[in-house]
């Protein structure tokens, strides 16, 4: 059974960093996708970043530059780390995962069937 649990939301002010953590288990990264996603109230769903399974990795513009996505292997965790925060990255975070992801669909939540709960980050200015 696919199983992802994110981890490591919280409240920084703007300038911080924080690290997302997003535990995985019943897959190996190998054969599985995992992509951040956020939801800011009353806005639709984003895709942030993405490392697909030949380790290529994908962000979205509005975070290039500030967010790095990792994984470990041996820990079976994907990271998000998040540097230099605005107030428009407060939302909820989500990591997701499935085995059909390629390049062109890495933004796009629909092709994702394994969804972990989110965690919320909070920006304050």
């Known amino acids: 059974e696919v199983q992802l649990q994110a981890s490591g939301g919280g409240l920084v002010q703007a300038g911080g960093s924080l690290r997302l953590s997003c535990a995985a288990s019943g897959f190996s990264f190998d054969d599985y996708a995992v992509g951040w996603f956020r939801q800011a109230p009353g806005k639709e769903r984003e895709g942030v970043s993405c490392i697909i399974t030949d380790g290529s990795t994908y962000y979205a513009d509005s975070v290039k530059g500030r967010f790095t996505i990792s994984s470990d292997n041996a820990k079976n965790t994907v990271y998000l780390q998040m540097n230099s925060l605005k107030s428009e990255d407060t939302a909820v975070y989500y990591c997701?995962?499935?085995?059909?992801?390629?390049?062109?669909?890495?933004?796009?939540?629909?092709?994702?069937?394994?969804w972990g709960q989110g965690t919320l980050v909070t920006v304050s200015s």
């Open positions: 997701a995962a499935d085995y059909r992801i390629i390049a062109s669909s890495v933004q796009d939540g629909s092709q994702y069937d394994y």
